[in-house]
Nanobody
Framework: QVQLVESGGGLVQPGESLRLSCKAS????????IGWFRQVPGRAREGVAC????????LYRDSVKGRFTVSRDIGENTAYLQMNVLRPEDTAVYYC????????????????WGQGAQVSVSS
């Protein structure tokens, strides 16, 4: 049974940092691509960052470039999203996903999803 379990969300002030973790079981992040997505009520889920399964190439949406970093610890079978210089507009529920994406920022490209972690950025 495949499970992706997220942790690390919370409430922070603008300019602060958070790191989200996504612990995988039932699949290996050595071979699966990983994607991070976020969603706010009333809006479609949007791709934030991803790592291609073939070569680990990373991709970011424009608004988080230079602030967010996606990484994997193969030994721990865990993916991470390091989020720095957080802004109020980053507030959302964040999801990790695993699959074999071609377009790795598209939610429809993924087979397995975590439960979501709330990230709130407010002063």
């Amino acid at each position: 049974q495949v499970q992706l379990v997220e942790s690390g969300g919370g409430l922070v002030q603008p300019g602060e940092s958070l790191r989200l973790s996504c612990k995988a079981s039932g699949l290996s992040l050595r071979t699966y691509g990983i994607g991070w997505f976020r969603q706010v009520p009333g809006r479609a889920r949007e791709g934030v960052a991803c790592a291609h399964p073939s070569d680990g190439t990373t991709l970011y949406r424009d608004s988080v470039k230079g602030r967010f970093t996606v990484s994997r610890d193969i030994g721990e079978n865990t993916a991470y999203l390091q989020m720095n210089v957080l802004r109020p507009e980053d507030t959302a529920v964040y999801y990790c996903a695993a699959g074999f994406p071609t377009l790795c920022l598209l939610p429809s490209e993924y087979d397995f999803w975590g439960q979501g972690a709330q990230v709130s950025v407010s002063s």
